[in-house]
């Protein structure tokens, strides 16, 4: 039998344990991993790339445990009352092949991907940070704003969407949650007085959503939107003047912010911050950009954390997924019948 966290498993879950304690947990987590970055295997994702969007293979495996997940990119869901993105995650033990866990990732990405955001920024912004400027506030945007809440204490939200229907959805979600919330009136207005800015949109385009008279000094820049090959958010001149920080960079040159700038355009791997083999920020004044694609290596470390939390709850399930003959060798004991041999 196979573990199994479906959806509704999984928003129990979650709300049980909490947004905020999970993200915590997770950061903990996922920096123990990046200090641990090159006893993972890593490869860019595997991707199927249509007109309409995009499905990916993400694997990865530390030698103990194997991980993957399904995920697709379709912006133009939402008009048919599709989600923009789906996906599911699979944990097998290295040892056996066997899956132990199949589980949701709609929620657990979200989770996993405020989580990378904010352990970015624990080390990119200044350390006085308290205003988060959000341009996009569709499915990402809240789960941004907890995490900065959670492990960068920022307390004041500037909100910018093109869909007023995504801001008024923000505001009510975050109603209750005691942080200050401004709705701004274009991304130029949410950006003013902020000190991290986080773009999270969709448009499978070439799109400049943050201009370079947006970005001032000190700013630290979590750019989460975009993510495909012909797919960027920002101004190509605020790429050139901020330090760079990335996941895997072999695939954050494909399609990443920094797929528009030179082959040879310096950026750090975001690991050797977390192992401390590298700085940081290095001053105040300093422009940061924290180039996240999403890596496979965080959906594995979501999932292992999910099945060490889950198992033997009532948050799991079980589903027959493998097949268990009594003579592992006779796979077709488990068809042959009187009934089929006369059949046939």
């Known amino acids: ?167 008024d959805k923000f505001e009510r979600n975050m109603a209750d949650w005691g942080l200050d919330i401004y709705r701004a009136s274009s991304a130029a207005d949410a950006c003013r007085g902020a000190d991290i800015v986080t773009t999270c949109t969709a448009d499978k385009v070439n799109a400049v959503v943050l201009t370079d008279d947006m970005v001032t000094a000190g700013m630290h820049l979590n750019a989460i939107g975009g993510d495909s090959p012909g797919k960027t958010e920002l101004d190509s001149a605020i790429t050139c003047r901020a330090r760079i920080f990335v996941e895997h960079e072999e695939q954050t040159r494909i399609e990443g912010e920094i797929q528009l700038l030179p082959a040879d355009h310096p950026v750090e791997p975001l690991w050797r911050v977390i192992a401390g083999l590298a700085p940081g920020r290095l001053m105040d004044g300093e422009l940061t950009l924290f180039d996240s694609v999403g890596f496979a290596i965080e959906d594995f470390v979501a999932l292992e954390y999910l099945n060490e939390q889950v198992r033997g709850t009532r948050f799991a399930g079980e589903i027959d997924l493998i097949t268990s003959p009594e003579d592992p060798k006779d796979l077709f004991s488990l068809v042959a019948s009187p009934a089929l041999a006369v059949a046939h």
């Open 1 to 167: 039998m196979v573990a199994c966290v479906d959806t509704p498993r999984m928003r129990e879950w979650i709300s049980e344990r909490g947004i905020e304690p999970i993200i915590v947990d997770l950061v903990e987590r996922m920096e123990a991993a990046f200090t641990r970055w090159l006893d993972f295997e890593r490869a860019p994702r595997i991707p199927s790339h249509s007109p309409l969007g995009v499905i990916e293979l993400m694997p990865t495996s530390d030698g103990n445990h194997y991980a993957f997940k399904y995920v697709n990119g379709h912006p133009a869901n939402p008009a048919s009352g599709l989600q923009t993105v789906t996906g599911f995650g699979v944990l097998a033990d290295v040892g056996t092949g066997y899956p132990v866990l199949i589980a949701e990732m709609n929620l657990l990405t979200a989770l996993r991907t405020s989580a990378t955001s904010a352990m970015a920024a624990k080390r990119l912004a200044r350390r006085d940070a308290r205003v988060l400027a959000l341009i996009g506030t569709g499915s990402q945007s809240e789960f941004q704003a907890l995490a900065m809440r959670a492990v960068v204490g920022i307390t004041h939200v500037r909100i910018w969407d093109i869909d007023p229907a995504a801001m």
